[in-house]
């Protein structure tokens, strides 16, 4: 065996039954039906991809992107404070949030709160949020994943103060909270173009956004979905190619959507779903 592949193959990681949890917002409801009936994966992520080394550098991260934040003088906390989003059919999903971020007056949108997530980006999905000159451009799924945090109830034991308290009602020295935040930061080459229109992307990019833009319960609906299936022992029908959560490619050749996901390199049970 190759040094690599040793290193690579201790670094993967099984996987763990299923259980409902915000983190999972995106999910494709097909596969995540069929995880929660307890079916196995056809397509285990192959080592050589280094899934968990790159789901582990997301961690590494949150941790410098919360460091540098302190080190400038913000004021941050509430790291990994454990919340409970209810659903419109009643269940409790639990989720972890990566903090708060109190934004003084003299910063953009400062004397407000921010409740933020932190994300790393590879070079392609970092460039495309930066389109023709526009604000860059989050990705639905954490825009959803924020709000889902926003509208949840503070459940942790280490701040039993705060207990069932909305998220997004918290005030902190009569600051409210202002909306969103997602920090965004690129983990390779931020630079765009060649030759001369060479040009180089900031490092970290912030993107602001109003809790309002999100319908949470439509959200939240979607573990009602994946629970109903289990409790029936079914599994929905796959959807359609341009729903975000299958990572829609627009081609240009065939003028339609192609869902990057459905692919055995990034669903664990493309062979099941596909029926091949
Ligand atoms: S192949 Fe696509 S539609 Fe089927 S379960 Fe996987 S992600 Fe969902």
């Given at each position: 065996m190759k040094l690599n592949e040793l290193i690579l193959l201790s670094a993967s990681s099984g996987e763990s039954a299923y259980h409902h949890r915000v983190?999972?917002?995106?999910?494709?409801p097909r596969e995540a039906a069929m995880h929660a009936n307890g079916i196995d994966r056809?397509?285990?992520?192959?080592?050589?991809?280094?899934n968990q080394f790159r789901f582990d550098i997301g961690h590494d991260v949150e941790a410098r992107v919360i460091s540098a934040m302190e080190d400038a003088g913000l004021g941050v906390g509430f790291n990994q404070l454990r919340v409970v989003a209810r659903t419109p059919g009643g269940l409790e999903i639990p989720g972890h949030i990566d903090g708060i971020v109190l934004l003084p007056e003299?910063?953009?949108?400062?004397?407000k709160w921010y409740l933020f997530d932190v994300k790393s980006a590879g070079t392609r999905s970092y460039q495309r949020?930066?389109?023709?000159?526009?604000?860059p451009k989050p990705k639905q799924a954490h825009l959803e994943q924020v709000s889902v945090y926003a509208n949840a109830f503070v459940d942790d034991d280490n701040h039993p103060?705060?207990?069932?308290?909305?998220?997004?009602d918290l005030e902190f020295d009569g600051m409210p909270c202002g909306g969103g935040l997602i920090l965004y930061l690129c983990v390779d080459s931020t630079a765009r173009g060649s030759g001369d229109s060479r040009e180089y992307l900031p490092r970290l990019t912030e993107c602001h956004f109003d809790l309002?833009?999100?319908?949470v319960d439509t959200v939240l609906s979607g573990f009602d979905d994946v629970e109903r299936h289990r409790l029936d022992g079914t599994i929905p029908p796959k959807?359609?190619?341009?729903?975000?959560r299958l990572w829609p490619n627009f081609n240009r050749k065939t003028r339609k959507y192609k869902?990057?996901?459905?692919s055995p390199r990034w669903c664990e049970r493309f062979s099941i779903c596909q029926e091949i």
């Open positions: 983190s999972g917002v995106a999910r494709c056809s397509n285990p992520s192959d080592p050589i991809h280094g003299e910063v953009d949108r400062g004397g949020m930066f389109w023709r000159g526009q604000p103060d705060i207990r069932g308290v909305r998220l997004r309002d833009d999100v319908d959807p359609e190619p341009t729903d975000d869902p990057v996901r459905c």
